[in-house]
């Protein structure tokens, strides 16, 4: 039985597209396909039906996965303990890692870009996305997310806290009533996220504050907020590491209008035996501890 053929039967069950199978291994789409159709062809029976939505396992399928599964630790096991010349130089294999846009995008990128260039066989997939990334459906082998995962086999650390401040652009303050207490708010337009489409209960802020009648912006993105309150659209609440460094912008109430929310980092539990994974991880950790004062500045007063 070819391993190669059977690691790749495992992308698809995981992943559930040959295109998403073939990214996570780094190869064509077709050579997932063809080692997919040789592995049935072997078996003497179809492993997946083929549906518009990508590939499902049938029965069979479903009956082999436990089997390469455990192969696949064995197999862990054995690199795990092969001799080190492997040290973290060694990295190799692609790691996609999943998290918040601001996050993602601000503090994680650059410095898991740099780590790529110190690791060349490294791959790393940042998905830094407004919405939730499963790891029981193989979307990411690292995800750092807002709510701690409570379901499922899975390894959950505490990353980091991290604050929120409602902000507006100093002319836009300028030119408005002052924000003395929060009654004053109702005087001003507001940037929000879309509320049916808010994929966590964890950035639901604007309500204990003040209930407008009505939205002047709103976005499933935190950049595009960010965005709309420079041009003077409205306040909005906004990571302090997305906003305090803007010097147009300035914090409004800043006594009461401060927020902190916790980022969790989880993988699956089979995942600490990668050691791709697991260097990814630690390096996380080691990014997050280094920005701490970014994350959790101290409190700034405000202009207006």
């Not at 420079?230 to 590491?241: C, D, E, K, N, Q």
Request: hydrophobic share 45%.
């Amino acid at each position: 039985m070819d391993w190669d053929n059977l690691r790749y039967f495992l992308e698809v069950a995981r992943v559930g597209t040959l295109v998403a199978a073939a990214r996570r291994t780094g190869v064509e789409h077709t050579t997932v396909a063809r080692r997919i159709q040789a592995l049935e062809k072997q078996m003497g029976t179809p492993l997946f039906t083929r549906e518009a939505s990508g590939h499902r396992l049938t029965e069979a399928g479903r009956q082999l996965l436990p089997a390469v599964e455990a192969m696949e630790l064995a197999v862990l096991g054995v690199e795990q303990s092969a001799p080190a010349n492997a040290s973290a130089s060694g990295l190799s294999g692609l790691v996609r890692v999943g998290a918040t846009e601001g996050f993602g995008t601000l503090i994680l990128a650059p410095y898991l870009a740099e780590f790529t260039r110190t690791h060349p066989g490294l791959s790393i997939d940042l998905l830094a996305l407004p919405r939730l990334l499963h790891l029981s459906r193989r979307e990411a082998d690292i995800v750092i997310s807002l709510e701690r995962p409570t379901r499922g086999s899975v390894i959950v650390t505490k990353l980091a806290d991290y604050t929120l401040c409602l902000y507006g652009q100093r002319e836009y303050l300028a030119r408005k009533p002052l924000v003395a207490q929060r009654e004053d708010l109702r005087h001003h337009a507001f940037v929000n996220y879309v509320d049916d489409l808010l994929f966590t209960k964890e950035l639901q802020f604007i309500d204990q504050l003040h209930q407008p009648e009505r939205f002047a912006f709103r976005s499933t993105s935190i950049s595009a907020q960010y965005e709309a309150v420079r041009v003077g659209a409205g306040l909005a609440v906004l990571p302090a590491f997305l906003a305090d460094r803007d010097p147009i912008l300035s914090r409004v109430l800043p006594q009461e209008a401060e927020f902190t929310r916790t980022f969790w980092m989880s993988m699956p539990q089979e995942a600490r035996q990668q050691s791709r994974i697991q260097a990814v991880w630690e390096f996380i950790k080691q990014v997050t501890a280094k920005e701490q004062d970014l994350l959790r500045p101290t409190r700034r007063g405000a202009a207006h």
